[in-house]
């Protein structure tokens, strides 16, 4: 019997095999709308609102992964040099205290975007992302940042036939059918390709280490202090909040899904809203029930994919597939509940683990991605090389912050290095339309990614159209 959650006439695993609606509305109840990563960090920890005027040598603005990154690396390049972070809201509370936490080698968001964007430059991007996850679990160690760093890596699995070819059987390290069901046992699982090079954290409790550890170095770090407006006067750029402001002899920008402060970058990113959920820890018997020893990070292959992982108590969350966009590239908390994503979250849940039926969720959160057309994160250097930007990591940033951080703060040095040269971050990605049209051309690339996904992956003209011109919308 069909699901009346799907109406599509469709046939996709997650319809063929969809639970009772029972199933769903048991699991969802006394769900809290919380962010567990923030709840269970535990960190109550406050830094002052801005409430004077401050001359600085570098501002950053944004208390995420890319501001703290940045923050850090600057006081290690420079103990003299003063820098000041400024925080809208509270560290972390944003796309760093609330994504599925992996923390991924790759920069171009997986070879196959890589080598169709920069393939003359895909082999040092390749090497260059295995640095940088290198030297991000040495900082973890070296800065004692207590996260939950778990290098398991991850597995791509393969749930309609057609998948299977986009994993490659013929070559090592696939996974057969029996062979992933011996590493996650998932009714819905054909095959899989492992990767090594992933590890998982606590999102939230990296963002509040990183602020811990930029203060004990000298950053000034301010919570509650949006800044609103970003200018040059005199020769310093000018950041003013409603309080105060800094006087800055170089900035970067961090703002992430935020409308940027300068204006030429509005058009290069959307705000493309992302939902989760995470159960109760389970059981002993649970957990038998579905292997996964490894505690690798999993996700499947379809265009509206699905991620998850387990957690240090033993808890899954469980995200992805539905991707939302609101007209005007609006940000705002409103957007962050929609029973109907849920809903088809806990449906696809237990379509994956059937042997789970009973488990609870008991938390539900959204958050906003900033999505590039190009998959990955864009560079920008202003004011006569005084304020450095980067945004557009697409789902990315928890790894490709940290890179982004050294290309921002070798760019502000006026240096040339090996990162500063690539393509990548010379050039940028093309922006999206203003509205109406990009309201209107992201709902048919969204239609048109379900049309695949429902049509043996084979992609219709507007995508392969879009394909040709490098504009892209990720899920």
């Not at 940042?145 to 998948?163: K, P, R, T």
């Not at 509650?224 to 309080?243: F, I, K, M, P």
Request: one cysteine or more.
């Amino acid at each position: 019997m069909r699901n009346p959650l799907f109406g599509r006439g469709s046939d996709i695993v997650f319809e063929r095999q969809a639970p009772e609606p029972g199933v769903i509305s048991h699991a969802l109840e006394g769900t809290e709308h919380r962010v567990f990563w923030l709840d269970d960090a535990r960190d109550r920890t406050v830094y002052p609102t801005l409430s004077a005027w401050l001359d600085v040598d570098l501002a950053v603005v944004g208390g995420g992964y890319l501001g703290l990154w940045s923050a850090i690396k600057a006081k290690q390049r420079n103990p003299d040099a003063r820098v000041a972070l400024l925080e809208g809201q509270t560290i972390g509370w944003a796309a760093s205290g609330r994504n599925g936490g992996f923390v991924e080698a790759s920069l171009t968001h997986g070879e196959v975007n890589g080598g169709n964007r920069w393939p003359k430059e895909l082999d040092t991007l390749n090497r260059l992302g295995l640095e940088n996850l290198e030297a991000m679990e040495r900082a973890v160690a070296e800065l004692g940042l207590d996260c939950e760093w778990e290098h398991n890596g991850s597995i791509d699995v393969a749930l309609e036939e057609h998948q299977l070819g986009w994993i490659e059987p013929s070559k090592a390290g696939f996974l057969d059918q029996s062979a992933v069901q011996a590493e996650v046992h998932s009714p819905t699982y054909l095959g899989g390709r492992p990767y090594r090079d992933t590890a998982l954290v606590h999102p939230a409790k990296l963002a509040k280490e990183l602020a811990r550890v930029a203060a004990s170095l000298g950053v000034e770090v301010f919570e509650n202090s949006l800044v609103d407006e970003l200018y040059d006067e005199n020769g310093a750029v000018t950041l003013t909040t409603a309080r105060a402001g800094v006087r800055a002899a170089q900035v970067v920008l961090a703002t992430n899904a935020f409308s940027p402060l300068l204006k030429r970058y509005r058009l290069y990113t959307v705000p493309v809203y992302d939902y989760v959920l995470m159960t109760e820890p389970l059981s002993a018997e649970q957990s038998a029930s579905i292997g996964w020893q490894g505690r690798q990070g999993m996700a499947d292959l379809a265009n509206q994919f699905h991620y998850y992982r387990l957690t240090a108590d033993n808890r899954i969350l469980f995200g992805g597939y539905d991707a939302i966009y609101h007209f005007g590239r609006d940000v705002h908390v409103s957007y962050e509940e929609r029973d109907e994503t849920f809903r088809t979250l806990a449906s696809h849940f237990f379509t994956t683990f059937p042997q789970l039926e009973g488990l609870r969720f008991t938390h539900r959160w959204a958050g906003a991605i900033d999505t590039s057309s190009q998959f990955c994160a864009f560079y920008g250097l202003d004011l006569g090389g005084r304020v450095a930007t980067a945004a557009g990591f697409t789902g990315l940033g928890v790894g490709a912050t940290h890179f982004a951080a050294e290309v921002l703060l070798d760019r502000l040095a006026g240096l040339t290095t090996e990162r500063t040269e690539l393509e990548m971050v010379r050039r940028k990605p093309l922006p999206f339309p203003p509205e109406p049209f990009a309201m209107a051309g992201i709902a048919a690339t969204r239609w048109a990614m379900d049309r695949a996904d429902h049509n043996y992956g084979r992609r219709n003209l507007l995508l392969k159209t879009l394909d040709a011109m490098g504009l892209g919308f990720d899920s």
